[in-house]
């Protein structure tokens, strides 16, 4: 057997596990402090157990842990796997600017001091891709940062290492996106400019390494 | 005594532009474990009827902050989900409801054993300690290291040493139970 075939037939072992008596089952609240990682580490590796062996409590399971993992992912807090999740992130990118297209809303992500608390004092906290990223080129690229409070507009820069910019561009938001033929395969640095009333601030330079298209 | 309704087209088109962005980011993060979309778009209707109800000017709704708007879409779902558990209810379409995507053809003995398997399998996780078996029941659903890491909060080095440890007694206690084990 191979670790697919283990894992189908696991998915066919837990769809058929569904409590008509969901008394044995941890409560919401208890569901959503596994998911938001509170209390002794004993009881929520329990509740996270029954959980996902549970068909009726993994589809309460994914409904608090997609609002969870996205709350964290929008207001800055660590999430190492949308960082190295390269096709989550593109996706991420082309819905949410459809979203942002709707309409107003660009200050989403920019009021309470409790979610713009992290990052580079003065500057600007860049969050996507993570520094020292690899990606293939040939593909969208999301670049995502921490809001600025008071900034009317950010550029984006993705710079050669001796400093010659090869692509930018500017936006109200806290994310922006790269053609997929915007920049050729290399080594590059990313940094964001805001600009506010009060003057500029911007980012630390970080690395991105575009890798080339494997032959057809 | 209700606030009167806001009701300007700028408090409907900054509603519906936060909520939009609102979906788009939960529909993508959850599309990868088989979120359904009626349970989003259950979530982003009880959001908007609160978002309303609050009485926030459309500016005011644009100036909203995460943190706000995700504490009210976690309150609306735990809200939910209470009031599914006390009808006994769930989702229209479940996480589960892939399962059905699983069904293989074959014959009556291929179906005796699958379910033999499944049975191993689940005795097998079973019998794990709790730290590993949980992390492999992540792994077999589908969830990466760092995913998982992120999720119990542990460091990758932890998480990789418990998901190794796990799978690998999962592996010997199947073998145990007579199930072959190799890449195909």
């Known amino acids: ?216 | 005594m209700q606030s009167p309704l806001p009701s300007t087209d700028s408090l409907s088109a900054a509603l519906e532009a936060l909520l939009g962005r609102f979906a788009a980011m939960v529909r993508s993060v959850g599309a990868r474990h088989g979120l359904a979309d009626a349970d989003i778009d259950e979530i982003v209707q009880e959001l908007r009827i609160r978002l309303w109800r609050a009485g926030h000017s459309g500016e005011q709704i644009g100036l909203l902050g995460a943190s706000y708007v995700y504490r009210a879409a976690t309150s609306a779902a735990l809200d939910l989900i209470r009031r599914r558990r006390a009808r006994g209810g769930a989702r229209t379409e479940s996480v589960d409801d892939h399962a059905e995507e699983l069904e293989a053809e074959g014959s009556a003995a291929d179906a005796i054993a699958r379910e033999e398997l499944e049975r191993h399998v689940v005795a097998a996780l079973d019998a794990l300690p709790l730290s590993r078996r949980t992390v492999v029941r992540l792994y077999l659903s589908g969830y990466e290291r760092e995913e998982i890491a992120e999720l119990l909060g542990w460091s990758e080095a932890k998480t990789r040493n418990l998901m190794y440890r796990g799978l690998a007694d999962l592996r010997a206690r199947l073998t145990e139970m007579g199930v072959a084990w190799g890449d195909r």
């Open chain 1, 1 to 216: 057997m191979s670790d697919e075939q283990l894992r189908t037939a696991y998915a066919r072992a837990t769809a058929a596990r569904r409590a008509a008596d969901r008394a044995a089952c941890p409560g919401p609240e208890a569901l959503q402090a596994a998911v938001r990682r509170e209390g002794p580490e004993e009881r929520r590796l329990a509740t996270l157990d029954h959980a996902l062996g549970c068909a009726a409590c993994r589809e309460e399971f994914e409904l608090l842990r997609a609002i969870e993992a996205s709350r964290r992912a929008e207001t800055g807090e660590e999430v190492r796997w949308i960082r190295s999740h390269r096709s989550l992130a593109i996706a991420l990118a082309a819905s949410l600017l459809v979203a942002v297209a709707v309409g107003p809303g660009r200050e989403w992500l920019g009021a309470p001091a409790r979610d713009v608390a992290r990052g580079e004092r003065g500057g600007i906290a860049a969050l996507l891709p993570a520094d020292g990223s690899a990606m293939d080129a040939g593909a969208p690229l999301l670049f995502v940062w921490r809001p600025v409070p008071g900034a009317a507009r950010y550029t984006l820069e993705v710079l050669t290492p001796d400093g010659v910019v090869r692509a930018s561009t500017a936006t109200t938001d806290t994310l922006a996106t790269l053609e997929a033929d915007a920049l050729a395969p290399g080594d590059y640095r990313w940094m964001v400019r805001a600009t506010t009333s009060a003057g500029e601030r911007r980012s630390p330079a970080r690395r991105l390494l575009l890798r080339g298209a494997p032959d057809a």
